[in-house]
Structures are given as structure tokens and as C-alpha cells.
Nanobody, 127 residues
Framework: HVQLVESGGGSVQAGESLTLTCAASGHTNSKFCMGWFRQAPGKERGGVASIDNDGMTSYATSVKGRFNISRDTAVGTVYLQMNSLKSEDTAMYYC??????????????????????WGQGTQVTVS
């Protein structure tokens, strides 16, 4: 079992940056694809970015070029650097883990059904 805890959310102005952190604990020796998802009020949760064990990344079209996902395997942490934030980025952001070395994506977004471990989420508000 893997536990995921997100941090780093907050309220920022449009155009500013924010970095989210996901700390993993538990059976982290296995190979995991790590992903970030978000859910805005009244909308379905959607994939934002993913990173596999080889460091290959993928991004949803809406964030490509503005967001950067990275991981520090040694400390079991995944980051989401968010730049040039827009009001439409306002959402609850979730970190998730999928078992396996590689990530499946669709139109750049991680495939949500592959992810079995989820954090509680951290709120990002852009005004």
C-alpha cells in the first residue's frame, strides 16, 4: 500500500506560480507511474500531467508549456511546478500513483482508471 500526501496549494493571482508537492510513503520500492489530476467545482476530475519511472513526462493540452512535473525517486516525492496560472486552473489538485513502470496517456493526459492510490488533494485558487 502507498500513502500520498499533497501540499503547496494556496491562493495566487493570475500569472503567478505555485509548486505542489506529493510525498509518498509505504511500499514505494515498486515501480509507479505518478500523476496529477484536478477537479474544479461542478466539473469532472481530469488528468493534468504524468511522469514515469524513466522520467518521461506527459501533459494535458491545457497546461502544456506552463506546468512541469518532476520526481525525486530517492525521497519518494513528486512535484508539479505551475507557471502563468490562470483562473481556469482553479481546482482541487490530486496526486495519484499507478502501478507500473510506464504511464498510459490519452491526448497527453494520464489515464485515470490506471491510478490506484490517491492523495486527499490540495486546493489551488487563482484570481
Amino acid at each position: 500500500h502507498v500513502q500520498l500526501v499533497e501540499s503547496g496549494g494556496g491562493s495566487v493571482q493570475a500569472g503567478e506560480s505555485l509548486t505542489l508537492t506529493c510525498a509518498a510513503s509505504g511500499h514505494t520500492n515498486s515501480k509507479f507511474c505518478m500523476g496529477w489530476f484536478r477537479q474544479a467545482p461542478g466539473k469532472e476530475r481530469g488528468g493534468v500531467a504524468s511522469i514515469d519511472n524513466d522520467g518521461m513526462t506527459s501533459y494535458a493540452t491545457s497546461v502544456k508549456g506552463r506546468f512541469n512535473i518532476s520526481r525525486d525517486t530517492a525521497v519518494g516525492t513528486v512535484y508539479l511546478q505551475m507557471n502563468s496560472l490562470k483562473s481556469e486552473d482553479t481546482a482541487m489538485y490530486y496526486c495519484a500513483a499507478a502501478i507500473g513502470r510506464y504511464c498510459r496517456t490519452f491526448d497527453g493526459s494520464p489515464v485515470e482508471s490506471d491510478f490506484v492510490y490517491w492523495g486527499q488533494g490540495t486546493q489551488v485558487t487563482v484570481s
